[in-house]
C-alpha cells in the first residue's frame, strides 16, 4: 500500500488533531518537568475507540504510535486500513473468545485487560509463531472494587499467593509468548474529579511493588528488561496529569484528543 492509499480526515480535522495532540503532550511534559522525572516520561496511548481510521491516520503522521482501542471488531478493521507501525493497544473489557482473533493482529503490541490464566492461555497458543516479539501484557486490577470494573483484587504485601500474582507467574514461567508489562487500572474517575490524588492510583502502584518483591523472590525477574521493573498503565483524560505525578509509566488518553464520544450501544 503506498501512503496516498491510507485514509485521513479533512485538513480542518488534521489541525485539530494536531493542536490536540500537541495540548496533551506539552501538558505530560510540564507535568514530567515539575516533577523531576527526568528523562522517565511516560508512554502517551490514543486512546481511537469510536473514532474513525482517518483520525488515527492524521495522529500517526503527527508521530502518534501508540493507539488503545475497546472493541475487537473495530480494532482488526482499523488495523487492516492503517499502516503496520502502529502499536495497537487492546483496552476493553476482554473475552475469552475474543482473545484468538485479537491474536491475530500481527501489529497487536499489547494487551491490557488481561485478567485470567485462562485468556494467558489462549494468547500463548494462538499467536502466530511469526510474530518477532512477544505480546506485551498488562494486568488488569480493579483498584476502586467498583462491580462495574473488571480487573483482579490489588495484591497486598502479604498476599504472595492472590490471584494477579498466581497470573503473573504463570505469564513469566509457561507462557514464553507473551512478555510480563505491569499492571493497568482505570480506578474511580470520582476520586478523580474531587480529588487532587486518587488513592486508586496509590493502590495500582503498591500492587506493583508487592507483586514485585514476590516475583523477585522466586528469581522470576531476572533478566527482565525495564530493570526489572513493571509497569503501570493508569491516568486518563480527567486524571493523567496526577496518574504521572502517582508514578504511571503509560496514560491513555481519548477524548481530550479526539473529542467526546458518542454513547456506544
Ligand atoms: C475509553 C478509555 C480510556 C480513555 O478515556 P478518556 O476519558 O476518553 O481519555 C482509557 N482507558 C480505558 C480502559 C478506556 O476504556
Known amino acids: 500500500m503506498s501512503t496516498s492509499d491510507y485514509p485521513r480526515p479533512s485538513s480542518e480535522?488534521?489541525?485539530?488533531?494536531?493542536?490536540?495532540?500537541?495540548?496533551?503532550?506539552?501538558k505530560i511534559n510540564v507535568v514530567v518537568s515539575s516533577a523531576g522525572l527526568g528523562d522517565k516520561k511516560p508512554n502517551l496511548v490514543a486512546v481511537s475507540k469510536i473514532k474513525s481510521a482517518e483520525d488515527v491516520m492524521a495522529c500517526y503522521e503527527d508521530g502518534q504510535l501508540h493507539f488503545g482501542e475497546?472493541?475487537?471488531?473495530?480494532?482488526?478493521?482499523?488495523?487492516?486500513?492503517l499502516p503496520q507501525e502502529i502499536k495497537w493497544h487492546f483496552i476493553g473489557a476482554l473475552q475469552s473468545n475474543k482473545c484468538k482473533p485479537l491474536a491475530s493482529i500481527p501489529n497487536l503490541y499489547a494487551v491490557e485487560t488481561l485478567d485470567s490464566i485462562k485468556k494467558a492461555d489462549v494468547f500463548q497458543k494462538s499467536l502466530p509463531d511469526a510474530r518477532s516479539i512477544?505480546?506485551?501484557?498488562?494486568?488488569?486490577?480493579?483498584?476502586?472494587?467498583?462491580?462495574?470494573?473488571?480487573?483482579?483484587?490489588?495484591?497486598?504485601?502479604?498476599s504472595s499467593g492472590?490471584?494477579?500474582?498466581?497470573?503473573?507467574?504463570?505469564?513469566?514461567?509457561?507462557?514464553?509468548?507473551?512478555?510480563?508489562?505491569?499492571?493497568m487500572t482505570i480506578g474511580s474517575i470520582e476520586?478523580?474529579?474531587?480529588?487532587?490524588e486518587n488513592e486508586d492510583f496509590d493502590r495500582l502502584r503498591d500492587s506493583r511493588d508487592n507483586m514485585e518483591k514476590t516475583l523477585r523472590e522466586a528469581g522470576l525477574l531476572e533478566g527482565w528488561g525495564q530493570d526489572g521493573k513493571l509497569q503501570l498503565s493508569m491516568g486518563m483524560s480527567a486524571d493523567f496529569e496526577n496518574a504521572i505525578m502517582q508514578g504511571s509509566d503509560s496514560v491513555r488518553v481519548g477524548s481530550s484528543i479526539f473529542g467526546a464520544r458518542p454513547k456506544k450501544q
Open 13 to 26: 480535522r488534521i489541525a485539530e488533531l494536531r493542536e490536540n495532540l500537541e495540548a496533551i503532550r506539552a
Open 70 to 81: 475497546n472493541y475487537v471488531q473495530e480494532l482488526i478493521e482499523k488495523a487492516e486500513k
Open 134 to 158: 512477544p505480546l506485551r501484557v498488562f494486568i488488569q486490577i480493579n483498584t476502586s472494587s467498583e462491580e462495574s470494573k473488571s480487573g483482579l483484587p490489588p495484591v497486598s504485601s502479604t
Open 162 to 183: 492472590s490471584e494477579a500474582v498466581e497470573l503473573a507467574k504463570h505469564i513469566v514461567q509457561k507462557c514464553p509468548a507473551l512478555h510480563l508489562e505491569g499492571l
Open 191 to 196: 476520586a478523580s474529579t474531587t480529588q487532587d
